[in-house]
């Protein structure tokens, strides 16, 4: 195993949000940041940069070779030959989230997403004056299923965008074909352009396959808007760099009615050469990374069955992030404030990821194993102590 996992003083350490955010006694494990080191080779590509103090304007083809780096990645593990010349480098899949709204849509028009999600998507359509269409994922008892079914109902004449997020955060659900492919038909039969985050594409457990929606056939991929990058796969998410994907010449001219390609700016170097570095010679670390990940999954799977089964919980098939609904635990007050302030552990609050989300928390297990274990740990206890209070 690669030496990759940082201890609680490294992170302690560190000036990123995850760790500073609480006080000390408190152990996050809400936002979606790895506590890992990077990959090696991202640190020689931002190191060969400090060596030279090369921070000028990067070369003429960099975003060129973003791109093409991007389709390589894309045909070798997906088998989806993404067109490079209608990749948009972006600093974030946020800013894309907004500008396809504003561009696809206009005030008061429809936005569907699959909730509880990722809550950005929310702001967005609420910042930008969009309507959420609303249609959750089904619990079928195994696992968050899309309701289909449930999407025919809601989608009215005055829905434009079709958002999708798989794998999809906070569940960890890793749509199969048939679940897209259906997708796919009903945007194509309402019309609706499809804005499909699959930043989570790399983290992906055996036995589940990522499938991108774009590369389900042309009609599809005509509507669809692929949004990714390597920050979550190679934890380089300060570096700031994304890319949009267009999977037609159509609807890229159609977004850059709206948008000039120079109104959105332009991606960092640093940030740019890292991503570069990752998809070209990350893989080892990432599958290292990914046994860590299996193992961990596997830990609060067995914990929660042995210690906590009121609490509903599916293992997620990808991702590194589990969604934990703790209503049946008849907590006071909601899971997120009760474990913050009783266990002195940082979950992220369910009720962030809309309505459906409330009484749930999520929990980012991209940790060693000891730390993993002490959220686990005093989580039970403190379940244990209110029970013993109610008495």
């Not at 696992?143 to 955060?169: E, K, M, Q, S, W």
């Not at 906070?170 to 679940?179: I, M």
Request: charged share 25%; with cysteine.
């Amino acid at each position: 195993m690669e030496t990759f996992e940082l201890t609680i003083d490294e992170l302690r350490a560190r000036q990123g949000t995850k760790w500073t955010r609480y006080p000390a006694h408190i152990l996050p494990v809400w936002v979606a940041d790895m506590d890992f080191r990077a990959p090696e080779p991202v640190q020689a590509a931002i190191l060969r940069l400090v060596e030279r103090s090369d921070y000028g304007y990067g070369p003429l083809g960099a975003r060129d070779s973003l791109a093409a780096v991007f389709a390589d990645r894309m045909q070798e593990r997906y088998g989806w030959a993404a067109d490079p010349q209608l990749v948009l480098p972006i600093s974030e899949l946020i800013q894309a989230m907004y500008a396809t709204l504003i561009a696809y849509s206009a005030p008061g028009e429809g936005a569907v997403l699959q909730t509880p999600i990722y809550p950005p998507f929310l702001m967005a359509i609420e910042q930008t004056g969009r309507r959420l269409v609303d249609n959750p994922l089904r619990d079928d008892g195994t696992r968050y299923a899309l309701d289909i079914d449930g999407l025919r109902r809601v989608v009215d004449a005055g829905t434009r965008l079709l958002f999708l997020c798989n794998p999809h955060n906070p569940t960890g659900r890793v749509f199969e074909r048939a679940e897209l492919l259906a997708l796919g038909e009903l945007a194509v039969e309402r019309d609706l352009v499809i804005v499909a985050d699959e930043i989570h594409q790399d983290l992906v457990y055996p036995g589940h396959r990522h499938i991108p929606i774009a590369s389900l056939g042309p009609e599809i991929a005509a509507r669809t808007i692929t949004l990714t990058s390597a920050t979550k796969g190679f934890n380089i998410a300060g570096l700031r760099c994304a890319l949009m994907h267009f999977g037609s010449p159509a609807l890229k001219e159609r977004f850059h009615r709206v948008f000039p390609e120079r109104l959105l700016g332009a991606v960092n170097t640093i940030g740019l050469e890292a991503t570069i570095a990752a998809w070209r010679h990350g893989q080892p670390w990432l599958e290292a990374v990914l046994r860590r990940l299996h193992a961990n999954r596997d830990r609060v799977t067995a914990f929660l069955a042995a210690e906590l089964p009121e609490i509903t919980y599916y293992p997620p098939e990808g991702t590194y992030l589990a969604w934990l609904d703790c209503r049946r635990l008849a907590l006071p007050g909601s899971p997120y404030e009760f474990f913050l302030d009783q266990a002195g552990v940082a979950f992220g609050d369910g009720a962030a990821f809309g309505e459906h989300g409330r009484g749930c928390v999520r929990l980012n297990f991209a940790t060693a194993p000891d730390i993993l274990d002490q959220v686990l740990t005093r989580t039970a206890e403190a379940v244990k102590r209110a029970r013993l209070s109610r008495v």
